[in-house]
């Protein structure tokens, strides 16, 4: 397919790099194609950011059907700019395609048409520690039809967003609210694709989580309320003695890129690792026994989120005094070392967008 490039007339001003935040700024261009019926996903074309005019009856905005991505581009230290895992997101963004009905789109086309936007928005990718490119593709529903079916036509964009640092002062462990009250998913629901309607979904309970004075809330299985599931919009890992626990992928978890690569990274220091369903009553047991020793999320934004409290009904328990843990901080020492080409890289998860 071609790529048609329109560069932008006049450039916006960059951002101070140690003011940046998450998601706020946008950077001169985006990627945009679509697809119908007839042409299949077609008119790949590189344009100036802007917005995208749309008919109020456009059935994304009615029954959200869309699905969406996150991954990132880092700065090293002699400037090349890298992506970790790149066709790992274009993989996923097709299995969440095929899970709303979604013609999925070709990952290898796509990967070199980011890579072409990321050569032209070079400039706007930040280079003090921490920083990155934050990218974000995103396919929505555009037939204007108000009746309830999958869509005839698609819009598929990526938008770029320099953010800051996402621990500028070290490790932030965070306090997580388990809740039985709210439920965010279910197996054999939308669960395993990137998709807003999950999103949507986590609202109200994190609103009532922050009310309370938490940051996330740890979700437990929509059918029994005793099996963890995932924390915020992280994957979730125990340290239970030397053993580092997850749930298991059974289709109402997110396959996270960040899990894969922990489990990994873990499997290669030879850390002992179970993809097992772990019950609330577990983690509350081990932490009775003295033997949790770590609990932390993981994802794309903050790489390991560590958690220090967690409350279940009314017991809260401080994990290991509130410190944050050495496998935590090791997972994210590494992860980030090789994201930042500061680390070698057993596993080829790195690519240069010169390659
Ligand atoms: C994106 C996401 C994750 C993390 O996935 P990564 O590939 O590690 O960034 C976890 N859970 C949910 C619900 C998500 O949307």
Not at 277 to 303: C, N, R, W, Y
Request: aromatic residues 10%.
């Amino acid at each position: 397919m071609e790529l048609k490039i329109v560069g932008a007339e006049k450039l916006k001003e960059k951002p101070k790099e140690s003011e940046l935040n998450f998601g706020t700024h946008f950077t001169d261009h985006m990627f945009n194609m679509d697809c119908s019926p007839t042409k299949g996903w077609h008119n790949a074309r590189i344009e100036p950011y802007g917005p995208i005019m749309m008919d109020p009856a456009t059935m994304v905005l009615h029954y959200g059907q869309a699905i969406f991505e996150g991954l990132k581009a880092y700065r090293t230290k002699n400037g090349t700019i890298q992506l970790f895992r790149p066709e790992d997101n274009f993989v996923r963004l097709n299995i969440s395609a095929k899970m709303l009905c979604i013609p999925e789109i070709d990952p290898e086309f796509t990967l070199s048409a980011l890579k072409k936007l990321l050569v032209l928005e070079q400039e706007w990718i930040p280079s003090l520690p921490g920083t990155s490119l934050y990218i974000r593709p995103t396919i929505m529903a555009m037939d204007p039809y108000l009746g309830v079916r999958p869509s005839y036509t698609y819009r598929f964009f990526i938008i770029l967003s320099p953010v800051g640092a996402y621990y500028p002062e070290g490790f932030d462990p965070v306090k997580i609210w388990v809740t039985d009250k709210y439920v965010r998913t279910v197996r054999g629901g939308l669960g395993m694709a990137k998709t807003p309607a999950n999103y949507a979904a986590s609202l109200y309970a994190a609103e009532a989580a922050k009310e309370k004075g938490y940051t996330q809330v740890l979700w437990l299985d929509g059918v029994e309320q005793r099996y963890i599931e995932e924390v915020g919009t992280m994957n979730i890992f125990f340290r239970i003695d030397d053993t580092l626990v997850t749930p298991p992928l059974q289709g109402s978890i997110l396959a996270g890129l960040t899990r894969d690569s922990v489990i990994a990274l873990a499997k290669h220091w030879n850390v002992p690792v179970e993809e097992r369903p772990i019950t609330i009553d577990e983690v509350m047991s081990a932490h009775e026994k003295g033997i949790l020793q770590e609990v932390f999320g993981s994802g794309t934004a903050a790489v390991i989120s560590p958690v220090n409290e967690l409350a279940w009904g009314d017991q809260v328990i401080t994990i290991k005094d509130g410190n944050v843990g050495p496998m935590a901080q090791r997972l994210y020492n590494e992860i980030t070392a090789i994201q930042y080409g500061e680390a070698e890289d057993p596993f080829g998860w790195v690519m240069s967008i010169e390659d």
